[in-house]
Nanobody, 123 residues
Framework: QVQLVESGGGLVQAGGSLRLSCAASGRTFRSYAMGWFRQAPGKEREFVAHINWSGLNTYYADSVKGRFTISRDNAKNTVYLQMNSLKPEDTAVYYC????????????????WGPGTQVTVSS
C-alpha cells in the first residue's frame, strides 16, 4: 500500500516556474512507477508525465514536452515535477499516482492517487 501527498502548487504568472513534489509512504516506493496527471475544470483527468522505478525512463505528454521534467529520489520516497514556461492552459489540479508495474499513460492503470495540488497560471 502506498499513500501519496502532493505539494508545491500555487499561483504563478505565465512564463513562471513551479516545482511539485509528491511524498510517498511505504518502504516499497522504489518498486513503483509514478505518474503525474492533471484535471482542469470541466475536463477529464489527463496524463502529464511518467517515470519508471529507477528514474532512467521518462515520458511526457506533447503539451508539456520540453517545459516539464519529472524526476524521483527513491531515498526520499519523493517524485517531482519541475514545470517551466508555464502557460494559462496549464492551470489544473495536479495529481501524482503510483503503479506497481510498468509506467503507462493511462490513468486507469494506476492504483494509488494523491489528493492533488492546485496550480493556477495567470496571463
Amino acid at each position: 500500500q502506498v499513500q501519496l501527498v502532493e505539494s508545491g502548487g500555487g499561483l504563478v504568472q505565465a512564463g513562471g516556474s513551479l516545482r511539485l513534489s509528491c511524498a510517498a509512504s511505504g518502504r516499497t516506493f522504489r518498486s513503483y512507477a509514478m505518474g503525474w496527471f492533471r484535471q482542469a475544470p470541466g475536463k477529464e483527468r489527463e496524463f502529464v508525465a511518467h517515470i519508471n522505478w529507477s528514474g532512467l525512463n521518462t515520458y511526457y505528454a506533447d503539451s508539456v514536452k520540453g517545459r516539464f521534467t519529472i524526476s524521483r529520489d527513491n531515498a526520499k520516497n519523493t517524485v517531482y515535477l519541475q514545470m517551466n514556461s508555464l502557460k494559462p492552459e496549464d492551470t489544473a489540479v495536479y495529481y501524482c499516482a503510483a503503479r506497481a508495474s510498468a509506467a503507462t499513460m493511462s490513468r486507469e492503470d494506476y492504483n494509488y492517487w494523491g489528493p492533488g495540488t492546485q496550480v493556477t497560471v495567470s496571463s
